[in-house]
Every structure is written in structure tokens, then in C-alpha cells.
């Protein structure tokens, strides 16, 4: 079955620009979350969907990331005014419940 | 803010040697994670503990949660090239389920 897309998985922009990540989570499932990974490290978290509750920003690092899930189902993850700091990747999980995290390949952002 | 320590941080082996990873904290957690994750791809669940002292095996992969449940060792037996990958715990919380703390992970190199 299809798993957890995410588009695009490479992209490459420069400093101020803003950017939108997307990610297509598996069919079903309710809870949708946002982590960023910096090269061969842990995962920070960002932001925690679940079904129609409010999300949980608690960790978005500044207020120029944003997100949102339209329908309970597709996420956009936006950026504004990128800085180099924000280069890392960037991944989506989805679960059918809070402990089992269907992780997507990522989208590699570089900011120049 | 609960926080993960792995250690290693970085370990090569040759092929059929035995090693074990280590996940310590500070805080309890409900239950704890391991996940495996290749380049250019996301981190894929390997097992979730969730009792104090709990062991679970994974054919050569041997995972225990302390007694106290702060702590975690994943003990793989007899390594192979195809076990080689990014090795990341992650604590999942008495209050917040969907908001997993992940360690920085373990990098192991088997070479054959």
C-alpha cells in the first residue's frame, strides 16, 4: 500500500525566499506530525496534528513556520523569509494512533 | 523539556561482531521507541517497550527498557553490512503521546 509521500524531495532556494513543504499522509490515519532533521542527527519536533483538535505548535522555532492539514488529510508546511539556518531536512509522519509514527523519505531543503 | 542522550554517537564494527546502543535520560516515559533510518529515507519503527525491565527481541536485535523506564539499550548480535544505519530512540511522554522527544541518534557502520 502507499505510504507517506512527500513533495518535493529536493529544493533549493535563496535566503528570504518563502517555501512550501507537502506531505501526503497514509489514508486513514488521523494524526499527522512535522520533525526537522539536521544532517545525522535526532528529529526536532515542530508541529503535531490530531484529527480535528487544535495542533500543537509548541515547536515551531520561529513564527515564520506555519502549517497547515486541509480535510484531516494533506499538509503544507510554510516557511517565509528562509534563512541558511533553516537548511535540514524536513520529514512528515502519520499514525492511525499517537504511538506509531509512519515516517515519508523527507524533503531536503537548502537554503542559500 | 525531556531530552535523550545516545551513545554512541558514532560506532564501525566488521562483520559478526556484537554491539549495543545505549539511550539515557533524566525524565519517565510512557514507552520507548527505537526506529532505523537509511540515507535519503525516513526512520522506520523497529520495536516499542513499554513495561519497566520489558525485553523484546527482534531476530539478532535485543531491545530493554530500564526498570525506572528512563533509560534503553538495543544489543544486536553477530552485525551485518545491512544493519548499518542511523539508530534513533525516542521517548514517548506521560502527557503528550503524539509528541515523541528522539535522541540524536547512533550511527553504526558493520563493515564486511
Known amino acids: 500500500g502507499a505510504g507517506v509521500s512527500q513533495s518535493p524531495s529536493n529544493k533549493v532556494t535563496e535566503k528570504g525566499k518563502d517555501v512550501e513543504l507537502r506531505c501526503d499522509p497514509i489514508?486513514?490515519?488521523?494524526?499527522l506530525y512535522w520533525y526537522r532533521q539536521s544532517l545525522g542527527q535526532g528529529l526536532e519536533f515542530l508541529i503535531y496534528?490530531?484529527?480535528?483538535?487544535?495542533?500543537?505548535k509548541s515547536g515551531l522555532p520561529s513564527d515564520r513556520f506555519s502549517a497547515e492539514r486541509t480535510g484531516g488529510s494533506v499538509s503544507t508546511l510554510t516557511i517565509q523569509r528562509t534563512q541558511q539556518e533553516d537548511s535540514a531536512v524536513y520529514l512528515c509522519?502519520?499514525?492511525?494512533?499517537?504511538?506509531?509514527?509512519?515516517f515519508g523519505p523527507g524533503t531536503r531543503l537548502t537554503v542559500l | 523539556t525531556q531530552l535523550l542522550e545516545q551513545s554512541p554517537q558514532f560506532l564501525s564494527i566488521q562483520e559478526g561482531e556484537n554491539l549495543t546502543v545505549y539511550c539515557n535520560s533524566s525524565?519517565?516515559?510512557?514507552?520507548l521507541q527505537w526506529y532505523r533510518q537509511e540515507p535519503g529515507e525516513g526512520p522506520v519503527l523497529l520495536v516499542t517497550?513499554?513495561?519497566?525491565?520489558e525485553v523484546k527481541k527482534l531476530k539478532r536485535l535485543t531491545f530493554q527498557f530500564g526498570d525506572a523506564r528512563k533509560d534503553s539499550s538495543l544489543h544486536i548480535t553477530a552485525a551485518q553490512p545491512g544493519d548499518t544505519g542511523l539508530y534513533l530512540c525516542?521517548?514517548?511522554?506521560?502527557?503528550?503521546?503524539?509528541?515523541?522527544?528522539f535522541g540524536d541518534g547512533t550511527t553504526l557502520t558493520v563493515k564486511p
Open positions: 509522519a502519520s499514525s492511525p494512533r499517537p504511538s506509531s509514527k509512519f
Open positions: 489514508s486513514g490515519h488521523t494524526a
Open positions: 496534528f490530531q484529527g480535528n483538535s487544535a495542533p500543537d
Open positions: 525524565s519517565v516515559f510512557s514507552s
Open positions: 517497550v513499554v513495561t519497566g525491565g
Open positions: 525516542a521517548g514517548v511522554g506521560n502527557t503528550n503521546a503524539g509528541k515523541s522527544t
